[in-house]
């Protein structure tokens, strides 16, 4: 442990496979991606996720299926019930280490702090992802705001960078449709089961995707009589 990384070709695929499954439920259920809570706007992308391994080629030789708050256990198993919002399993990986995806919404009253202190460090103390190098953060964005004005200086901040074990600064990807980003981070956690210095999990990749969930404008369009 951990397991070998994901080749970043196989990762970029992965996420824009789920940026073009939030554009798809964005277009059909539009009120409930703009207005409902965390786990029902998750509970449409986890499902339109798996009805693209029935429908895309590509996808189905990736990813074998996805799952919502799949039970899982901590680094050491001293916690058994942690449920991460999206455990994506790979179609050439072992089915006890899924690719792990947290969530969060983005709004007037929701940021960065909640996002990184009740979704970003379950990464790095070893409650989630702890048996792989690379996983998902997903940000459903309702008030117009990205990366780079919000999370880049946030993690930049010295004691933030700190708290999050910041190992180099935000670097952005290129995914259509979507404002994505990678930070790299160090690990607080050893593993159990092994002795130094083979316990030592290394740093693990976030992948940040902030997806656009604002409501759509409403444009009113008047007409003129002339007398």
Sequence with gaps: MPLPAIDGVYLQLIAEGIVQAFQDIGASQTSTVATGDEAEVTALL????????????IWRQL???????????????AHLEKRPDMSIHLSARAIRFPL??????????RGE??????????????????GSREAFMIAYVRDG????????PYLAQAGHAASYALQSALSNHPIDGCDAAQSDHGR???????????NNPGGIA????????SPPTMTVTTSATIP
């Excluded at 792990?100 to 009253?109: G, H, L, M, R």
């Excluded at 956690?189 to 092994?194: N, S």
């Excluded at 976030?206 to 969930?213: E, G, K, S, T, V």
């Design 113 to 130: 702090h909640l996002y990184c202190s009740q979704g970003l460090i379950r990464f790095l103390d070893g409650q989630y992802g702890w």
């Design 100 to 109: 792990i995806a947290e969530a969060k919404i983005i709004d007037a009253t």
């Design 188 to 198: 607080s956690f050893t593993y159990t089961h092994t002795q130094p210095p083979a």
């Design 206 to 213: 976030i992948w940040h995707l902030w997806l656009n969930a």
């Design 145 to 152: 705001t990205n990366i780079s004005g919000r999370l880049k």
């Design 63 to 77: 990813v074998s299926s996805v799952v919502r708050g799949a039970e899982s256990l901590n680094y050491n198993g």
């Design 46 to 57: 986890v499902a339109r996720l798996n009805r693209m391994i029935e429908e895309d080629q």
